[in-house]
């Protein structure tokens, strides 16, 4: 069971930044495809970024493209978000979530498809707003 605690969600206005964490458990940011997902109300859930197990790539989706990064560190089994030139659109739940299985690169049709994940953290809330 792989547990996922997002932090560093808040208030920003809009141009603002925001870095968002997720702490896994064990070694699952070394051994799993990740990603992070967003939420608004009303909405269905989207992906937003992803990272190779072996951080030799990332993907992004076209809305964030430019805008967010992500990262991870694992020694400290933390994934990031880093958030720039936020939107007043973007407020939203993020959460971040673990391929299912180890070791494997989703395909690329696959990356951002929130049903295929199997394990997800609580979500951490962004508020973009003036």
């Not at 206005?13 to 799993?32: F, K, Y």
């Not at 964030?64 to 939203?92: C, H, M, W």
Request: with cysteine; hydrophobic share 30%; aromatic share 10%.
């Amino acid at each position: 069971q792989v547990e996922l605690v997002e932090s560093g969600g808040g208030s920003v206005q809009p141009g603002g930044s925001l870095r968002l964490s997720c702490v896994a458990s064990g070694d699952t940011t070394a051994s799993h495809y990740m990603a992070w997902f967003r939420q608004a109300p009303g909405k269905e859930r989207e992906g937003v970024a992803g990272i190779y197990y072996t951080a030799s790539s990332t993907a992004y989706s076209d809305s964030v493209k430019g805008r967010f990064t992500i990262a991870k560190d694992n020694s400290k089994s933390t994934l990031y978000l880093q958030r720039d030139n936020l939107k007043p659109g973007e407020t939203a739940m993020y959460y971040c979530a673990a391929w299912g299985s180890q070791h494997t690169i989703p395909l690329p049709h696959r990356r951002m498809n929130s049903s295929l994940y199997t394990d997800w953290g609580q979500g951490t809330q962004v508020t973009v707003s003036s």
